[in-house]
């Protein structure tokens, strides 16, 4: 299948990048992907109830609704209950929006990871999420990392190499040489790394056939887990799928009968309830400052609202916020001035967007950071990826 772009090598300083093969206008679509492996944000979980498979939002807008209301009330929402919702057949708790997302979840990496199977709460690969969860939960897509390594080895001749090399392309470090964090040392981080790799090694072995435990230890020592944690930590890509019913509530913002709209009353109650919360959360007010100065270049200064509505400018339903690995998506280098955008619709389907009008043999880029931080911020963030940005919004010194 022709596409319209291409890898190619640049030097040994820049390595690979992602160049295109034909001219592309503003707006336009240069490629979707699904990824190679991807999570939901721990903390997300609650917020944003989505499938465990493709991350799609569950049930009707009324039933995100009521599942709102009920959080709002200190309450556990019964998402089981929703339409078009099934759950994960030995009941851990994992939810998906059809039965062909649970049937891919399950072949590719939950088949392995799947904790309801499990009587005992003593069981390793408990105890390994839990020090996940605790610790760092990029210990998570690691352990659905060799999930789906095992899963190309079964359905692709029992070739370990095979399995392995759809990652390996990828640039990688040992995880302690990639992160940079006075408050992680060194020594603590490969303790982090050493406790995690105990707990997964000895919660898979249990649960998989005796037969696969030849295969899946090459892919439990420290080496090899160090590395593939430093992969996904260069490599990974942040995903955030919009609420529908965000949507939903920016459409009704916009118009000027909503009150004559049924559903806005119980609508509007429980966003009150939620803009409530969130200005008791110091932590809110950082996401909120972005909102609001997106909306300000969006409009101009000026969106249509009246100046009375306490709605306005609100992100009040969060979105779903997840990280994964996107193989050709993490082709693309980086400039603070890039003519590219990665982004989402309503599920886990990545969409690079042309910023402006590029030419045929133009190197594709995006921002690995906030692109409107100053010179100094850019840079300093910018040493995590190991590399000075030489593009010509920092050559210029903007």
């Known amino acids: 299948m022709e596409t319209g772009y291409q890898v190619k090598y640049i030097n040994e300083n820049r390595g690979r ?17 699904t990824p190679l492996i991807a999570m939901q944000q ?10 465990g498979w493709c991350f799609s939002f569950l049930g009707t807008l009324e039933e995100q609704l009521i599942g709102h209301m009920t959080l709002i009330q200190g309450g556990n929402p019964n998402v089981q209950s929703m339409k078009s919702t099934t759950s994960c057949g030995f009941g851990c708790g994992e939810l998906y929006c059809s039965e062909q997302c649970r049937t891919s979840a399950w072949e590719r990496h939950h088949n ?15 105890r390994f999420k839990q020090h996940a969860i605790e610790n760092h939960e990029l210990f998570l897509l690691a352990a659905q990392a060799i999930a789906v390594m095992m899963y190309h080895w079964r359905t692709n001749g029992h070739d370990i190499g095979a399995a392995v090399k759809v990652f390996t392309h990828f640039t990688y470090k040992p995880w302690w040489e990639v992160v940079k964090s006075e408050a992680w040392p060194k020594q603590v981080l490969v303790e982090m790394v050493s406790d995690s790799l ?18 899946l230890q090459p892919l439990l020592n420290l080496d090899f887990y160090s590395n593939l944690l430093g992969l996904l930590e260069r490599n990974d890509n942040g995903i955030e799928i919009g609420a529908p019913l965000q949507r939903h509530y920016e459409s009704l913002l916009d118009d000027p009968n909503r009150q004559q709209k049924q559903e806005w009353p119980i ?24 909102m609001d100065h997106d909306d300000h270049d969006d409009h101009d200064g000026h969106d249509g609202h009246d100046d009375h ?32 955008l990665v982004k989402f619709g309503q599920n886990f389907v990545a969409e690079m967007v042309a910023l ?28 995590e990826y190991d590399f000075v940005c030489d593009c010509p919004k920092c050559q210029a010194g903007l």
Do not use: W
């Not at 990048?17 to 992907?33: D, P």
């Not at 721990?42 to 499938?51: F, L, M, S």
């Open 42 to 51: 721990v903390e997300n979980r609650t917020a944003a109830r989505t499938c």
């Open 112 to 126: 392995m990871l799947c904790v309801g199977q499990i009587d005992l709460a003593s069981h390793a690969l408990v």
């Open 198 to 215: 105990l707990l997964l090694k000895e919660g898979l072995l249990k649960v998989l056939p005796e037969e696969e435990a030849p295969v």
């Open 309 to 340: 509505d306490p709605h306005e400018k609100r992100l009040v339903f969060p979105p779903f916020e997840g990280l994964g690995i996107f193989p050709m998506s993490a082709m693309s280098n980086h400039s603070c001035d890039p003519n590219t």
């Open 17 to 33: 990048g992602l160049f295109a093969t034909r001219n592309y206008k503003e707006g336009e679509i240069i490629l979707k992907e």
């Open 356 to 383: 402006r009008n590029i030419m045929e043999g133009e190197e594709l880029h995006h921002s690995y950071i906030e692109n409107e931080d100053v010179l100094e911020e850019r840079q300093a963030q910018l040493l």
């Open 267 to 290: 609508l509007e109650s429980v966003a009150n309830e939620i803009i409530k919360l969130q200005d008791a959360d110091p932590e809110c007010e950082d996401s909120q400052d972005q």
